[in-house]
């Protein structure tokens, strides 16, 4: 089958401005969604939309169409899957499957499930996820295969803060380092919150740094995560640490909400759907710029 | 007449396992193999020994051990993992059911140690709800031999096999009958011998146990057929239907909880296709304990003398 590489915004690396209407398109799509079927995860969609763009249009090597065993091209999995809004439109602004298939996000025989799954064949997709604190050790059992196969491309994977809380991340955590699984970068969306409330509040984690540096890795911060030049200088400084006998991981701060004033800084939004006024003052603030689905 | 099997020399199923895999790494590339610390105890050292490079020990963390045999089988590995059945499944269910089952991964789950005969250890590892546990998960394949070779080529068969497998095998050396080098088939049931009287539907250690009892059935003038059910998931309707349209009553007899094993799912086709009386040897809704396999299987009548008695009890139900 003959593969192209990755449809981006331009021929070339897009520039920061056309990132930036990139996100802002994402960011329309994800209130979308989520309005029309009134339910899913706004609030960590919106955190992590700067992130998925650098990551899909700037930082991985991916090839279309989709193929499950991604020889020759990088990885990506999503282990906090709740977040599927966003990772359903980058895909599909990127060209795994069509725009207007984000019309049935939730909905009833639809590829878009309410949580990420290869079950009903969604291009882009290698894993279910939703159950959390699952997807660091496939990650690693990717990478892994990428080691044995010679193929030299890296393996990224996203996780929630408070996904952490989940022991088996702590197993995986240990195993990467312990073998060396250095063509990894597993990224933590560094919010702060979860549904209860702030992680500090529900189950305080220490120093996140610190603790993933005690077990071996080598630790990226990224303190401005919604920062479309902050997260593709700090992705591309990982992307360095690749290589040199330690996993990488990047404690990407990130603001929940972001770009619709009244989601940020709070964990309201963690999966709530905004009702039609809500919706339109969150649009307003996020003008048209690819053209919605 | 029955027909006779001849133990050639009582070995334990997990060897079985560790020959079959050991075959299977040197026949296939793709084969790779983890194992939580329990290396010796799944015989999986010719295979770590012999292809250290496809041999990932993960030490003491399963549910590690499932996520990363699900990630390996995306660059298209066919990873065989290794511990207690425990710890295969009690221990990991969400694991396997989120990212090996409902994700469709190619992993093959191998569980050693199943069942009461574990023994001495006790109840904490000796998992009577595996089968149960398994056999529930969509798309997921379920399987328990009865000897040693028939474990190895259980092994070997289920790396054609494209999707998720839980393979169930134990600790103690049980009678090796069945032959060498033989076609396994999954989803099919073996007739082991014809009667006319009962059905005994059999599996793993139960297998011997139930030709044991035909035997001695026979000397009281009861024709017993027996079948070799060594795949519970997909179950081989047509061999139990076909076998009771001719007897008109059926024990199943296998080492694990009534409920949620063999047994069930034999009723099930039973109560659909065919109603016949039904007897069950399995435990009945208990926990283990420690003591010698042979002292554990009179006690909680996994035995050729249960089944015997069942088969009475099925026969006089007709």
Known sequence: ?293 | MIKTYINTGSKDTRSGFGAGLEALGNQNDKVVALCADLTGSLKMEEFRDQHPDRFFQVGIAEANMIGIAAGLTVGGYIPFTGTFANFSTGRVYDQIRQSVAYSGKNVKICASHAGITLGEDGATHQILEDLGLMKMLPGMTVINTCDFNQTKAATIAIAKLNGPVYLRFGRPKVPNFTPDNQNFEIGKAVLLTEGTDVTIVATGHLVWEALEAAKSLEGQGISAEVLNIHTIKPLDDEAILKSVAKTGCLVSAEEHNFLGGLGESVARVLALHHPVPQEFVATNDTFGESGTPEQLMEKYGLNAATIEAKVKKAIGRK
């Open chain 1, 1 to 293: 089958m003959k593969t192209v590489n990755l449809k981006r915004k331009s021929n070339n690396m897009p520039n920061t401005a056309e990132l930036q209407d990139f996100t802002t398109q994402v960011r329309r799509d994800i209130l979308r969604m989520v309005h029309r079927v009134n339910s899913g995860h706004p609030g960590g969609s919106l955190g992590c939309a700067e992130f998925f763009v650098v990551l899909y249009q700037s930082i991985m090597k991916q090839k279309l169409p989709f193929q499950m065993n991604g020889e020759g091209e990088d990885l990506f999995f999503l282990s906090n899957g709740h977040i599927s809004p966003v990772f359903y439109s980058v895909l599909a602004r990127s060209g795994y499957f069509p725009v207007e298939e984000l019309n049935t996000f939730r909905h009833l025989n639809s590829r878009l499930q309410g949580h990420p799954t290869t079950h009903e064949g969604l291009p882009g997709v290698r894993i279910a996820s939703g159950s959390l604190g699952q997807g660091l050790s496939v990650a690693i059992g990717a990478a892994l295969a990428k080691k044995l196969n010679g193929d030299s491309h890296l393996v990224y994977s996203l996780h929630g803060d408070g996904e952490l809380q989940e022991g088996q991340n702590w197993e995986a955590l240990m195993y990467a380092s312990g073998k060396k699984v250095d063509n990894l970068i597993a990224t933590i969306d560094y919010n702060g919150q979860q549904i209860d409330g702030s992680t500090d509040d529900v189950m305080p984690m220490g120093d996140l740094k610190v603790k993933l540096a005690a077990f071996g890795w080598e630790v990226v911060e990224i303190l401005q995560g919604n920062d479309l030049e902050a997260i593709l200088k700090g992705m591309t400084e990982a992307k360095s640490k690749t290589g040199h006998g330690k996993p990488v991981a990047v404690l990407l701060h990130t603001v929940m909400g972001n770009g619709v004033d009244f989601m940020m800084h709070t964990h309201a939004w963690h999966g709530k759907a905004p009702n039609d006024d809500q919706l339109e003052i969150g649009l307003s603030q996020n003008k048209v710029t690819l053209g919605d689905y």
